[in-house]
C-alpha cells in the first residue's frame, strides 16, 4: 500500500548546500551502504572502501575547517549527516562518528603546524582514526586511567593498554591519553600516534552480540616512541580535552541512535501495511497503529533533542547537559524502538531474513559506548543540583 510506505525524513536544513550534502548522503547510503549491509554485518566484514568514498566525497571531516580539508558544516548539519549513515548501516554512521572524535583533540587544540601537517590526510586523505581512552580497569572512571608516557629527550614512551576501541587495529592513526603526572584527572595528556608506530599493537577483535562489522579491541602499546611534536595540547590537559571531545562526541551517538531507530520503525511500517491477518492489515489494528504512534513521536523528540544541542554548540554556547540528555533519550529510545519494530514483526522480527533483529542488537550497543546512560544521568543531575558530596 503505496500511502503507507515510509517516506525520507522530513529535514529542517539551514542551507542548500546542507540540502545538496543530504542528498549526496542518501545517494551513497542507497547504493554503496544499505545494500550489503546484512550480509557484512552477518560475516563481520568492515566495509573500508566506503570509508574511502566517504572521504573522497568529503564526508570524513564535515565539522571541521575547511583550511585543512573539512567541510565546515555546523553540527546540526553534521548530526544528520551521520542519522541517515546510521540508518543505512551504524558501522558506517558509528565509524564517522568515532573517526570525527579521534580528530577532534589535533583539530581543536593541535598548533597550527600540527594541524597543517597532520589534518588534511586525517579529514580528506584516505586516514581513519580512532580515539583511546578506556581501559580494562577503567571505562567510567576515566581519570583513573593507567597507561603511562614518560619522557625521553625530546621524545615521550607510551606503555599500557587501551580497551574497547572501536576500529582498533584497523585504524591508521590513534588519539591516546596517557598519564604523564600525577594521579587523577590533572596528570592526563593527550598524544596523537601514527597505526605504523614501532610497539603498537592490536589484539584480537572482541566477539559482540551486534555491530559485528565494526572492529573493537584492545590496543596495546608496548614502548611506543612518539615525539613531543605529537603531544596535543599542554601537559596535563589530556583528560580535559578528552572530556570536551565526549561532550561533541556524545552528539554523534544520540545521532546515530535515532538513525538505528528510523530504521526500525520504517521497518515496521513497510511490513505492518503489508501483513494481513483476519482480512486486513495489520497495520489496521488500533493496538499496532498506538504502538507505531508512539515509536514515531518519541523519535521526533530524540532528534528535536539533538539538534538542539547542536544548535547551541553552533552558537558557541554551553551544551553538555543537553547533550548528556540528547544521548540518553536518543539511545533509549532507539533501544525501545527496535524492540517494538521485532514485536510488531512477530516472528518474522526474530529471524535474521528482516533487518529488525539486528537493529534490536545494535541498539544496544549505543546505551554503553561513549558514557553509560547511567553516567549521563549523573552529568545531567550535575547540572541541575550540583557536585555529590564527597
Not at 35 to 55: H, I, K, Q, W, Y
Amino acid at each position: 500500500m503505496p500511502d503507507r510506505a515510509p517516506q525520507p525524513v522530513d529535514r529542517q536544513l539551514p542551507t542548500d548546500e546542507a540540502r545538496d550534502l543530504i542528498s549526496l548522503v542518501r545517494d551513497i547510503a542507497q547504493r554503496e551502504i544499505a545494500p550489503n549491509a546484512a550480509e557484512e554485518e552477518d560475516t563481520g566484514r568492515f566495509p573500508r572502501e566506503v570509508f574511502t568514498l566517504l572521504s573522497d566525497s568529503g564526508l570524513l571531516g564535515l565539522p571541521y575547517d575547511a583550511e585543512f580539508g573539512g567541510g565546515e558544516q555546523p553540527y546540526e548539519v553534521y548530526l544528520q549527516v551521520l542519522e541517515e549513515l546510521a540508518a543505512a548501516r551504524l558501522t558506517v554512521g558509528l565509524g564517522v562518528s568515532v573517526h570525527t572524535l579521534a580528530s577532534y583533540a589535533l583539530a581543536t587544540y593541535g598548533t597550527k603546524e600540527q594541524q597543517a601537517e597532520h589534518l588534511p590526510a586525517m579529514l580528506g586523505g584516505g586516514l581513519l582514526g580512532a580515539y583511546c581512552l578506556s581501559e580494562p580497569a577503567s571505562g567510567s572512571d576515566a581519570a583513573s586511567l593507567r597507561t603511562k608516557a614518560v619522557r625521553a629527550g625530546d621524545d615521550w614512551v607510551i606503555t599500557g593498554t587501551k580497551a574497547w576501541i572501536t576500529h582498533g587495529g584497523i585504524a591508521d592513526f590513534y588519539t591516546v591519553m596517557a598519564r604523564t603526572g600525577e594521579d587523577g584527572p590533572r596528570g592526563i595528556t593527550a598524544f596523537l600516534v601514527p597505526a605504523d608506530a614501532e610497539g603498537l599493537s592490536a589484539a584480537v577483535p572482541e566477539k559482540k552480540m551486534g555491530l559485528k562489522g565494526s572492529p573493537t579491541a584492545q590496543v596495546h602499546l608496548d614502548g611506543v616512541r612518539v615525539p613531543d611534536a605529537r603531544r596535543l595540547g599542554d601537559e596535563g590537559q589530556g583528560f580535559a580535552i578528552a572530556l570536551s571531545a565526549l561532550e561533541s562526541g556524545r552528539l554523534g551517538i544520540a545521532a546515530c541512535a535515532i538513525g538505528v531507530a528510523q530504521a526500525a520503525l520504517d521497518e515496521a511500517v513497510s511490513y505492518a501495511a503489508e501483513r494481513r491477518q483476519f482480512g486486513k492489515p495489520i497495520a489496521d489494528f488500533q493496538g499496532l497503529r498506538f504502538m507505531l504512534a508512539d515509536m514515531a513521536t518519541q523519535i521526533e523528540a530524540g532528534r528535536a533533542l539533538y539538534l538542539t544541542a547542536a544548535r547551541l554548540r553552533d552558537a558557541g554556547l554551553p551544551f553538555a547537559k543537553q547533550a548528556a540528555m540528547a544521548k540518553l533519550h536518543c539511545t533509549d529510545t532507539a533501544m525501545r524502538t527496535t524492540t517494538d519494530a521485532v514485536q510488531i514483526l512477530g516472528g518474522y522480527g526474530y529471524t535474521a531474513d528482516f533487518p529488525a533483529e539486528r537493529y534490536m542488537r545494535e541498539a544496544k550497543v549505543l546505551q554503553i559506548v561513549e558514557g553509560t546512560n547511567q553516567i549521563q544521568r549523573m552529568v545531567i543531575a550535575r547540572h541541575l543540583a550540583g557536585p555529590e558530596e564527597r
